[in-house]
């Protein structure tokens, strides 16, 4: 069948694509890219049934839609595109160079040449620190799923200043020169404390690996496996978000540090707005969905 193309700009006209009654809308998507606009390629486009609508799947058949021969689809040019694994690792690899950076050549930052002595509290953090990142670049890498295959590229550069300008921040802090380290029982609560949080984020990243077959969006109940550090998810939806605020709360009483509790506070923030939109998505798609869970806080939120 024939489907006619025009711009959300405008609605003006950008060409005609012939598709079959089963295609679906990343099918419309590559024949757009191969017969009409060279320049966008499929993850750079949007297609909507109205001007003004919502983006329609890319499993979405025409079928499904309704679409017959001869009916209008908007095309939207979302802007150049970067995977979400580039993204992840751009900016996770910041945050370990700066650290590093700042913690190794600390009279760059301060003039003095000296660094913190064999296990001070600062070379403490520094080996957390190096630990939770190293962790989240092997997990992009080997680890993590993505359901969404890439974001608009103007959108790197304000997550790389997030993280990379809040490492500096607490770096800066954590290894001056006047730095005064909280009691020996903080450093080995917050060590520890710390330690659990970074095991129970891998165990639930793995959980969640094998809940998506490779090279699928399958989507299913997460529920606690043999491992442990899983059994959060009889309370939250989002234990992953859970066990990552922990660490940054263990860190900041580890180094006494209140830059780390602010970055603390912030991820916690931003991380309640994400588990709360997958927990109303959780709710929505699976009419059995446990009742008792909150979304990131058991009890609370």
Not at 33 to 47: D, T
Not at 119 to 133: D, N, R
Not at 183 to 206: A, K, P, Q, W
């Amino acid at each position: 069948m024939e489907i006619e193309i025009l711009s959300v700009a405008g609605s003006k006209p950008i060409g005609k694509i012939n598709v079959n009654d089963n295609a679906t809308i990343k099918d419309v998507k590559d024949k757009i890219y191969k017969n009409l606009k060279k320049s966008l390629y499929p993850e750079r486009q949007s297609i909507k049934l109205e001007s003004k609508g919502r983006s329609l799947k890319d499993e979405a058949t025409l079928k499904s839609l309704s679409i017959d021969n001869g009916a209008k689809l908007y095309l939207q040019d979302l802007g150049p595109q970067i995977s979400w694994k580039n993204v992840f690792l751009a900016e996770y690899a910041g945050p370990l160079f700066v650290y590093l950076w700042a913690y190794q050549r600390p009279w760059i930052l301060y003039g003095e040449q000296s660094a913190p002595s064999h296990w001070s509290v600062p070379s403490i953090a520094a080996l957390c620190w190096s630990v939770h990142y190293a962790k989240r670049l092997l997990e992009t890498l080997f680890v993590h799923r993505f359901s969404h295959g890439t974001m608009p590229l103007r959108n790197l550069f304000k997550n790389c200043c997030y993280y990379w300008a809040f490492t500096l921040y607490i770096a800066y802090h954590i290894n001056h020169p006047l730095y005064t380290a909280p009691c020996s029982t903080c450093v080995y609560i917050g060590v520890v404390g710390f330690t659990i949080c970074e095991l129970g984020n891998f165990s639930i990243h793995i959980l969640l690996k094998n809940l998506r077959p490779p090279g699928t969006k399958v989507r299913r109940i997460p529920v606690p496996d043999g491992n442990p550090f899983t059994q959060l998810f009889n309370y939250v939806s989002c234990p992953n978000y859970t066990y990552e605020f922990g660490s940054w709360l263990f860190f900041t009483i580890m180094t006494k540090c209140a830059p780390a509790g602010i970055f603390a506070v912030v991820g916690l923030y931003q991380m309640s707005v994400w588990a709360l939109g997958k927990h109303r998505n959780y709710k929505k798609e699976f009419p059995d969905y446990p009742k008792g869970r909150k979304a990131i806080i058991p009890f609370i939120l």
